[in-house]
């Protein structure tokens, strides 16, 4: 007889625990145990606990493979979350870790593996082998594929988050917060609108004071006071919430006819555009996307859209600030460029057009394109493809993190035909799809690495980017983790090229997930140790980093409605001396978009209670010491790279604190 001492882990979460009959039998290389009730129902299993039991076996089971856990119905059914099992082994000291992390829905039998992370041709035996191929099935059964609409990745099959299995969902801590936070939104928002005395729209600038009330934030007060200074306007290109826009000009595009007369006020002396152009010094920003796109219509109102384009300027003194704004890109009497020099208001309503057309670009492309659908392509092929026991899955799983069900929350209450998108959003309905479809065409995997994309962008230069300075640390430390972990579990080129699990996920990846994407340059097979480390790097840096950049700040640089307006409702002017302030608040948000906006920006852009921030892992997929001993590195990498943007931001008026590694969150969880 052998006796074996096991304890098994509830989950930490509300609901957790269970009142249901639990079994356990430890299955080993010789053998098997009894199946084993842990004890009486309803008195373990609670929320947090961790019970030990004894498990016997009346034959030597030998090295032990796995642990089959098994849920049955007692009076009610009663969900169980497992976190772990432990086993200690009657012969000596030794303790086996099995990581589960799983719900236990119904009357279910899961069988979980050992810790140790195991690629395919590491498991010699048929048992191991059976076992891998089994879980993938089921996993693919339950994770599916499907088209939410034509011309953008492929997604999650559910129709909304109900249909996704339970083991992707908000924890019920995260779901009543989620609910409660956007409840909360929209009860001040209603609030607000009825404290209100006057009609639809805003009488004046000082007006929009009025909405800021309990949600506001240091850096939206910033804003609210610096917002039509030319340097601020410059700033955000930046260090905003779209930072990945600007590039340099070499030349100046036909379609934007600016001459040197034109900006020669915004030079300083002995210099001109064209010295500029050629010491690099000249920034572009091209809306052309966003032409003829097809505007809401909301409460039977049209909105209206402009495709601008902007000149910037590094100026020694003053850093990069405007120097001309087109409001289409077709030029022309009705297309007039507008200067700085021009009357105050015209310059003022101009840089609110282009900032109108920022808030398109930042919340369709730069944060739900490119990163929340993006990632989901991963997360969906990871779950069909690797086993909890591969290396692979073991070290994305903390990076998938809620993805999924936010995601089907934001087709089902933001971007759906009836979402608030479209009460509100110039984009709203078709626009937004078809910004998404054109973006999508030219999306590259080259793109989504930041070294590449700030060298082909022309702006690893520019002075004053700490976007730009973060997010390359941060992906060097992530880079860096990330190879070495590869490093940890292959040790040739060919060991990557020759694990099928592995192929069969870059072709789920990009066959299915990227299939509508022939030119995205990420190819269909993994060839070395680099090529699998620098996808699984874009893969982190996309789903914490580069979320971070674009979700972090958008309340801040959103609350102050008149900076970067979701909405407009009068054409773009074709007029620069015709401007006048009336003109300026009948094309501003009216006062019901206005409080959607802050409510729904404070909504998504807070800080969320459960975060678990980059480097932070509360689920030990990894049991072995060289992989844990990495994750440690990684950590004092970070700790560095916090230090070092804490001390960069001491002291500063307009902290950039968006890519703090404690304020990254490891997965796009909102």
């Not at 639990?22 to 009894?34: K, R």
């Not at 589960?100 to 590491?122: L, N, S």
């Not at 909405?211 to 610096?226: Q, V």
């Not at 021009?342 to 057309?357: G, Y």
Request: hydrophobic share 40%; charged share 20%; proline share 6%.
């Amino acid at each position: 007889m052998e006796n074996y001492t096991v304890t098994v882990a509830t989950g930490t979460s509300e609901y957790s625990g269970t009142s249901n009959y639990i079994y356990v039998t430890l299955v080993g290389e010789m053998g098997e145990s009894e199946r084993t009730l842990l004890d009486k129902p309803g008195l373990d299993f609670c929320r947090g606990a961790v019970d030990e039991y004894k498990v016997s076996s009346r034959t030597t089971l030998g090295p032990l493979l796995l642990v089959r856990l098994e849920k049955e119905r007692y009076w009610v059914e009663d969900n169980w979350f497992c976190r772990y099992v432990t086993v200690k082994s009657p012969i000596g000291d030794q303790v086996l870790i099995f990581p589960c992390y799983r719900w236990f829905v119904g009357d279910v039998m899961v069988e979980i593996r050992e810790g140790t992370a195991k690629t395919h041709k590491e498991d010699a035996l048929d048992v191991l082998q059976a076992h891998r191929k089994r879980e993938l099935q089921d996993r693919q059964q339950s994770y599916r594929w499907q088209t939410w609409a034509k011309g953008i990745p492929q997604c999650i099959d559910a129709k909304t988050e109900a249909d996704l299995p339970q083991d992707v969902r908000f924890d019920n801590e995260k779901r009543s917060d989620f609910q409660y936070s956007l409840h909360f939104a929209l009860l001040e928002l209603s609030l607000k609108k009825l404290a209100i005395c006057f009609g639809n729209s805003w009488n004046n600038l000082d007006d929009f004071k009025q909405i800021f009330w309990k949600l506001r934030s240091p850096i939206s007060e910033y804003c609210m006071d610096h917002w039509k200074e030319d340097w601020f306007f410059g700033y955000q290109c930046l260090n905003g919430s779209n930072p990945r826009m600007i590039r340099k000009c070499k030349q100046l595009p036909e379609k934007f006819p600016v001459t040197a007369s034109m900006v020669q006020s915004s030079f300083p002396p002995r210099t001109n555009l064209d010295n500029e152009l050629k010491a690099g010094n000249i920034f572009l920003l091209d809306y052309v996307i966003m032409e003829r796109l097809p505007s809401n219509i909301i409460k039977g109102q049209r909105q209206y859209i402009a495709a601008p384009l902007c000149l910037l300027y590094q100026h020694p003194d003053q850093g990069l600030i405007p120097i001309a704004i087109q409001l289409g890109q077709t030029p022309g009497l009705e297309t007039p460029i507008f200067l700085p020099k021009d009357p105050h208001l015209a310059w003022l309503l101009a840089k609110m057009w282009v900032r109108h057309s920022e808030f398109q670009i930042f919340q369709v492309l730069s944060h739900l394109l490119r990163t929340h659908l993006v990632v989901e392509v991963f997360c969906v092929a990871t779950l069909r493809q690797l086993p909890a026991v591969h290396p692979i899955y073991k070290l994305l799983a903390p990076h998938q993190r809620y993805t999924l069900e936010i995601n089907c929350r934001g087709r089902t209450q933001l971007i759906s035909a009836d979402g608030i998108f479209k009460r509100v959003v110039s984009t709203g309905g078709d626009g937004l799809l078809i910004l998404a479809q054109r973006d999508y065409k030219d999306l590259t995997y080259r793109s989504l690495q930041p070294y590449l994309d700030f060298t082909d962008r022309g702006v690893s230069q520019l002075p004053k980017y700490y976007y730009r300075e973060h997010s390359l640390m941060l992906w060097e430390a992530i880079h860096s983790y990330v190879s070495q972990m590869v490093s940890l579990f292959y040790q040739f080129d060919q060991d990557v090229h020759q694990d099928p699990e592995l192929q069969a996920w870059i072709r789920d990846i990009t066959q299915v997930g990227f299939m509508e994407l022939p030119n995205f340059g990420l190819p269909s097979e993994l060839s070395s140790k680099e090529d699998l480390s620098t996808l699984l790097a874009v893969v982190i840096f996309t789903s914490s980093v580069q979320h971070a950049a674009s979700n972090n700040g958008q309340f801040d640089w959103c609350a102050w409605i008149p900076n970067t307006p979701c909405t407009m409702r009068q054409p773009p002017p074709s007029d620069k001396d015709a401007v006048t302030m009336e003109m300026i608040m009948a094309t501003l948000p009216d006062v019901s978009q206005s409080c959607v906006q802050m409510a729904i920006t404070w909504h998504l852009g807070r800080a969320q209670p459960d975060a678990i921030f980059l480097g932070q892992y509360t689920k030990q997929h990894f049991t072995e010491g060289p992989a844990l001993e990495l994750i440690d590195r990684f950590r004092k990498d970070l700790k560095e790279i916090e230090d070092h943007i804490l001390s960069q931001n001491d002291g500063q008026d307009l902290p950039y604190l968006f890519l703090l590694p404690s304020r990254v969150e490891n997965s796009i969880t909102i």
